[in-house]
């Protein structure tokens, strides 16, 4: 199985920061890959696909990049409302994998 | 838009059954694949497997073969999630979620959730 690590696990904060959280695949998973924005007790919400293409409706703050192994998730310019955990997933292939998710907090 | 609606939650005993449904609209049910995430309480995403509701594929996690079953009802646009044999550490919030294409475990668009609490 394609192993998922994210880091930080948790990051502080303030609005208006630039965030980046990475995640990397313990081997290469071309660009299948997947971010979710999770806010408690919500269902998960999917922000990117593709490693760096936006799902309909997210707002162009949310950007990704990567391929292989290595991708970052940034959020240019960090709102109220994206306190919340993300986790990215591979779907190169079975079984798919989510990393274990970074919480971002208010500093 | 699309929609995912699931059925409400469930208490259920140490070795029963457990069906979940997630019933799609907004969009054409049959051109997307349908996947299934868990996520115990305080814990992370675990994917369960995806059902292609183009040709009725399937790919299950190894940890629930034999104990899981997903199938599509294409009359009425609905998904169903079937796990047996159900223990504690299967007490969970169930998601179904449509997938980017008919070929591809990838959500775009997630349901509620269900809270599913195996307790005897």
Known sequence: ?107 | QVQLVQSGAEVKKPGASVKVSCKASGYTFTSYGISWVRQAPGQGLEWMGWISAYNGNTNYAQKLQGRVTMTTDTSTSTAYMELRSLRSDDTAVYYCARDLDAHTSCPDYWGQGTLVTVSS
């Open chain 1, 1 to 107: 199985d394609i192993q998922m690590t994210q880091s930080p696990s948790s990051l502080s904060a303030s609005v208006g920061d630039r965030v980046t959280i990475t995640c990397r695949a313990s081997q290469g998973i071309s660009n299948y890959l997947a971010w979710f924005q999770q806010k408690p007790g919500k269902a998960p919400k999917s922000l990117i696909y593709a490693a760096s293409s936006l799902q309909s409706g997210v707002p162009s703050k949310f950007s990704g990049s990567g391929s292989g192994t290595d991708f970052t998730l940034t959020i240019s310019s960090l709102q109220p409302e994206d306190f919340a955990t993300y986790y990215c997933q591979q779907y190169n292939s079975y079984p798919l994998t989510f990393g274990p998710g970074t919480k971002v907090d208010i500093k």
